[in-house]
């Protein structure tokens, strides 16, 4: 079994800069794609950006593009969300998760990932 820590989270003034890790480790892991997801209180959970394992091909959130850089390193098995330029809006819990299909629907539901990080706290402050 995968298991998955965050780590980066924190709290930072709006325009300035986080980076956030997720690392992977356990059983084989053959993931397909890795992604990131965010949750504000009392909202649901929302896709982020994703990326393939394999080839690096990635997809964002139309309101983090240009903002947030998603990219991975096999070797640590680690994907990073650099996220640049914060906004107020952009407060909540992140979590990064292991999904197994890279299609729309399977890529932008929290349905289409099957093991998931525990979190960590982005709060930006306007």
């Known amino acids: 079994q995968v298991q998955l820590v965050e780590s980066g989270g924190g709290l930072v003034q709006a325009g300035e800069s986080l980076r956030l890790s997720c690392a992977a480790s356990g059983r084989t892991f053959s993931s397909t794609v890795m992604g990131w997801f965010r949750q504000a209180p009392g909202k649901e959970r929302e896709f982020v950006a994703a990326?393939?394992?394999?080839?690096?091909?990635?997809y964002y959130l139309d309101s983090v593009k240009g903002r947030f850089t998603i990219s991975r390193d096999n070797a640590k098995k680690t994907v990073y969300l650099q996220m640049n330029s914060l906004k107020a809006e952009d407060t909540a819990a992140y979590y990064c998760a292991v999904g197994t299909r890279w299609d729309g629907s399977s890529l932008l539901s929290p349905r289409g990932y099957d093991t998931w990080g525990q979190g960590t706290q982005v709060t930006v402050t306007s």
């Open positions: 990326v393939s394992w394999s080839a690096g091909n990635t």
